[in-house]
């Protein structure tokens, strides 16, 4: 199944019907990003000071922790993965058609 990420007006995950496919939406702001800096990968550091600029550097890594475990689960549910984590960093896998 192919995937379309719409970046203008809301942020979603459509797929081949154009229909809205639910996926964590930090999520689809880690994988806009990447697309727009023309990256293969971050740290996941840089990731938890953009999503939560506001917050303590430990509240902030707990949040990324849960997110990404958000997001494993929907990517298995998806048979897709278009992210992938290390201790370290956190990669684009699949390039959205």
């Known amino acids: 199944m192919k995937f379309w990420l ?20 930090k ?6 990003c990447l697309i727009a800096a ?8 840089t990731v938890a000071e953009l999503l939560w600029r506001k917050s303590t ?3 902030s890594f707990t949040n990324l922790r ?4 958000r997001i494993k689960n929907r990517q298995l549910e998806l048979d897709r993965h278009f992210l992938s984590f290390s201790e370290s960093r956190i990669e684009l896998k699949s390039v959205l058609a």
Do not use: N
């Open 27 to 32: 999520g689809l702001v880690i994988i806009a």
């Open 66 to 69: 849960s997110l990404i475990s």
């Open 38 to 45: 023309d990256r293969a990968s971050v740290p996941r550091v």
């Open 6 to 25: 719409r970046t203008f007006g809301d942020l979603r995950l459509l797929d081949e019907q154009g229909h809205a496919t639910a996926f964590p939406e």
């Open 57 to 59: 550097p430990s509240t």
